[in-house]
Structure formats: structure tokens, C-alpha cells
């Protein structure tokens, strides 16, 4: 098991950069696949972007492609959210999610495939 705490949320302005962070702050994230997913008031959590345990790969949803970069530091525990040219859509408070994964690199973008998950961080993008 693994325990998750996002940070680095916080109000910027549209054409913005942004780092997110997620923290295991109990267990090894080395063999899970991570995934970042956002829900935005009243719509249902969607799938950001994923890295399989290697980090070799990683998958973006098509609304945040070219923008925002999903990576990992296995020896530091940690999973990082660079996001760039933020627009007032991205606006939704972000969760980071882990995902067992022996033997299969599959990055999963259904939020009922992963298990474990931290309490969010909120991101705001005024225009």
C-alpha cells in the first residue's frame, strides 16, 4: 500500500506555469504505475496523465497534450505534474493515483483502476 499527498496548487493566470507534486509518504511507489487525474465542480474525475513504474513511458489525455508533462523520481518517491499554458479549463482541483502494476506497463485512464489515491490539491486558472 502506498500513501499519497499532493501539493503545489494554487491561483494562477491564464498562459501560467505550474508544477504539481505528489509525495508517498508511506510505501514505495518504484512498482506502481502513477496517474494524475482532475475533476472540475460538477464533472466527473478524468484522467491527466500516467508513467508507467519505469518512467520510461508516459500517456497524456488529448486535452493536455503538448502542455502539461507527467514524470517521477523513484529514489525520491515522488511524481511530478509540469503544467504550461494553463487556460481557465484546467481549473480543477488535481489528484495523484497509483496503481499496481507487476509484470505490465499499462496505463490505465479509468479512475476505478487504481486503488490508491491522495486528497487533492487545488488548482485555479483566472482569464
Known amino acids: 500500500q502506498v500513501q499519497l499527498v499532493e501539493s503545489g496548487g494554487e491561483l494562477v493566470q491564464a498562459g501560467d506555469s505550474l508544477r504539481l507534486s505528489c509525495a508517498a509518504t508511506r510505501g514505495a511507489i518504484s512498482s506502481y504505475i502513477m496517474g494524475w487525474f482532475r475533476q472540475a465542480p460538477g464533472k466527473d474525475r478524468e484522467f491527466v496523465a500516467g508513467v508507467t513504474s519505469s518512467g520510461r513511458s508516459t500517456y497524456n489525455s488529448d486535452s493536455v497534450k503538448g502542455r502539461f508533462t507527467i514524470s517521477r523520481d523513484n529514489a525520491k518517491n515522488m511524481v511530478y505534474l509540469q503544467m504550461n499554458s494553463l487556460k481557465p479549463e484546467d481549473t480543477a482541483v488535481y489528484f495523484c493515483?497509483?496503481?499496481?502494476?507487476?509484470?505490465?506497463?499499462?496505463?490505465?485512464?479509468?479512475?476505478?483502476?487504481?486503488?490508491?489515491w491522495g486528497q487533492g490539491t487545488q488548482v485555479t486558472v483566472s482569464s
Open positions: 493515483a497509483a496503481r499496481g502494476s507487476p509484470g505490465s506497463d499499462y496505463i490505465s485512464r479509468s479512475r476505478y483502476e487504481y486503488p490508491y
